[in-house]
Nanobody
Framework: QVQLVESGGGLVQPGGSLRLSCAASGSMFSGYAIGWYRQGPGKQREVVAIIGTDGYTQYDDSVKGRFTISRDNTANTVNTVYLQMNSLKPGDAAVYYC????????WGQGTQVTVSS
């Protein structure tokens, strides 16, 4: 069973930075591509960044050049995926989640990112 716990969100001014973390327990996590997803108010959940098992990354155009996804698979049972978010904009405000690609049916609680002056 995989458990996903996101953290690192908060309130930041436009132009600021945050680093999100996703701690995933369960050995299957390291063998899959992982995505950071977000769901803004009144919007569908969307994937904004992807990292493959080989470190390959892909980004949505809306965050390209500002967000960086990385992963740490060194722990035997807990894997961590990060999302470094720079130059944040009000449009980036959302609840951020991590999950496999394609996503598992169960989601973590997410972490809220608020971008406001």
């Amino acid at each position: 069973q995989v458990q996903l716990v996101e953290s690192g969100g908060g309130l930041v001014q436009p132009g600021g930075s945050l680093r999100l973390s996703c701690a995933a327990s369960g050995s299957m996590f390291s063998g899959y591509a992982i995505g950071w997803y977000r769901q803004g108010p009144g919007k569908q959940r969307e994937v904004v960044a992807i990292i493959g098992t080989d470190g390959y990354t892909q980004y949505d155009d809306s965050v390209k050049g500002r967000f960086t996804i990385s992963r740490d698979n060194t722990a035997n049972t807990v894997n961590t995926v990060y999302l470094q978010m720079n130059s944040l904009k009000p449009g980036d405000a959302a609840v951020y989640y991590c999950n496999l690609l394609p996503p598992l049916p169960s989601w973590g609680q997410g972490t809220q990112v608020t971008v406001s002056s």
